[in-house]
């Protein structure tokens, strides 16, 4: 990092963030496009020239004289890798193989890359915890869909960064200012490119191809945090015919399916936090019920976490919703327990044999997902609830990860999805003769 006067870094940062995010607000206001990098790069020169003609001045007028070339070039330098883009970071993402980056602490930063390996970084990217906070807050204010806050009023911070880019931080709630930003290193995918990843195999890919061709399919997608859950309902989606409506629902968006030629009727929303005033917020939830109205062929609700967005989704997967939606869970099972948990927390209180009712009516079948021990996200079990016996869903195990790392057949389909998938072109006879 270069040695720059750190008192004139944060007072110039200071300026520069604060015209940025005035500019970016007054677009925001005014319907006028957000700018380019080049637009912010040159508002940030021309505000910084301007600035450090006055601390010339002021330097020259007390005698010190004026700062040196290459001292104004540091400075310069530091300000904009703080300002405009992702600043200190971007050098870290030119490697595509990294996946996540994570500081526990302004001096101690970590990259997770692809292959399952973690480092950290040896370059110190930020001069002070106060300056990571600082480029935290102004990322908050101008990089996202809409402007968010990041300070003590408001110290949980989630938001999409550009495509492919979550992140997460949190102040003054914990001993440091932290934050993860996650990557999707996929980009656009389909089932035939996580098949040649090992990622599942031709068989489940064919099954997830036909269930994407079937109307009033419904699938929950399981697994920890990383285990490829976004990924794999993207390339599931991808597999849809480009006049397919779909309507995406997100806490922080990360889907990004739109396409002009290849899905221009996709419709994709984000949730909004309340602003300082403890108005605006706009929940998951709202937003599900308000898609309804959009006729969606599919309906897809991103990551549930709580009974806000479960409630409702489960809802219009009863009445027969063709829907996608992910949840944490340790099992495709444990899924369902939990999602039966959500219902027994929400608005109806539902008791847990009426929620396994209820997920009975709503769920087709559960894709869970995790990482191997070579750190490969891999698909481990797919299940299809098939029945309610008076307490809880019961299931079939249609696929199941054995020791080798191969899938193996355990069961084949009821006859009701064999209806429904056949007609879409699946073969039920190949779950017969086994994953491997």
């Avoid at 056949?422 to 003769?433: H, I, K, M, V, W």
């Amino acid at each position: 990092m270069n040695r720059a006067d750190p008192v004139l870094v944060a007072e110039l940062t200071r300026v520069v963030q604060e015209a940025l995010v005035a500019d970016a607000t007054t677009r925001v206001r005014t319907g006028k496009p957000a700018l380019s990098r080049a637009g912010q790069e040159a508002l940030a020169d021309s505000v910084m020239r301007e600035h450090l003609q006055g601390v010339d001045a002021d330097r020259l007028s007390s005698g010190r004289g004026m700062l040196d070339e290459a001292t104004e070039r540091q400075v310069v330098e530091r300000v904009m890798a703080l300002s405009v883009g992702l600043g200190p970071i971007e050098l870290l993402l030119t490697d595509q193989t990294v996946e996540e980056i994570v500081a526990t602490r302004f001096d101690l930063v970590f990259v997770y890359r692809s292959d399952g390996s973690v480092e950290q970084v040896d370059e110190r990217l930020w001069a002070s915890e106060t300056e990571m906070a600082a480029w935290l807050s102004h990322l908050a204010r101008t990089a996202g869909r809409t402007e968010r806050q990041f300070n003590a009023q408001a110290p949980m911070l989630v938001m999409r960064l550009g495509d492919g880019l979550r992140l997460a931080a949190t102040r003054d709630v914990s001993k440091h200012v932290t934050f993860a930003l996650r990557r999707n290193t996929l980009g656009k995918v389909v089932l035939a490119d996580l098949v040649g990843l090992k990622m599942l195999t031709p068989v489940v890919a064919d099954l997830l191809r036909a269930c994407m061709r079937s109307p009033e399919i419904r699938i929950v997608f399981s697994g920890p945090t990383g285990s490829g859950k976004t990924t794999l309902v993207r390339a599931c989606l991808g597999e849809l015919p480009a006049p397919a409506r779909v309507v995406v629902v997100e806490d922080t968006a990360e889907l990004d399916l739109f396409d002009p030629v290849l899905h221009p009727n996709v419709e994709s929303w984000e949730a909004r936090l309340a602003n300082n005033e403890g108005e605006g917020a706009i929940t998951q939830g709202q937003q599900v019920k308000h898609a309804l109205r959009y006729r969606p062929d599919w309906l897809v609700c991103g990551e549930v976490r709580d009974s806000d967005a479960a409630v409702p989704m489960l809802k219009a997967m009863t009445h027969g919703q063709s829907s996608l939606t992910t949840v944490h869970s340790a099992s495709a099972v444990g899924a369902l327990d939990k999602l039966a948990l959500y219902l027994g927390t929400g608005e109806d209180r539902l008791p847990p044999e009426v929620a396994h009712s209820q997920l009975h009516q709503a769920i087709d079948f559960v894709v869970h997902l995790d990482r191997g021990h070579d750190g490969r996200r891999v698909l481990v079990e797919m299940v299809e609830v098939a029945g309610f016996d008076g307490q809880r869903c019961t299931t079939n195990t249609i696929a199941t990860r054995s020791a080798d790392g191969g899938l193996t057949t355990l069961r084949r389909l009821d006859g009701r999805h064999v209806r429904m998938l056949t007609r879409a072109g699946f073969d039920d006879a190949q779950l017969g003769e086994g994953l491997r």
